[in-house]
């Protein structure tokens, strides 16, 4: 009985300390693992490593499509910045998957 007290005890202290939210905590626990930026390449393989990349630091972490999808746009730079931005009109990114991004 005083175990679960002191759970009891324990998830209400949790709760009431001020926490980030879900949304917030994605993007900086995804910065610190390191992900490249992709600015565009001429070989399919430099971007096959980039994806393989990005998912083996998405499965780590336990992202959801959602999360996946944000935090590649992040990484795009230059010229393929240019182009999501084109590409990106009409779509909705929350209901965007990986796996459609990647086709």
Known sequence: MDMLAGITRLLERQSEQPGK???EDVPER???QGPKEFAGT???LVAEEWIRSMETIYDYM???DVDRVRCAIF???GDTALWWKG???GMYL???SWEELMN
Do not use: C, Q, Y
């Open 94 to 96: 929350e209901s965007l």
């Open 42 to 44: 001429i070989g399919p």
């Open 75 to 77: 990484m795009l730079k």
């Open 62 to 64: 336990g992202l959801e």
């Open 30 to 32: 995804f910065r610190k």
């Open 21 to 23: 939210s879900h949304e």
């Open 87 to 89: 590409a990106v009109v």
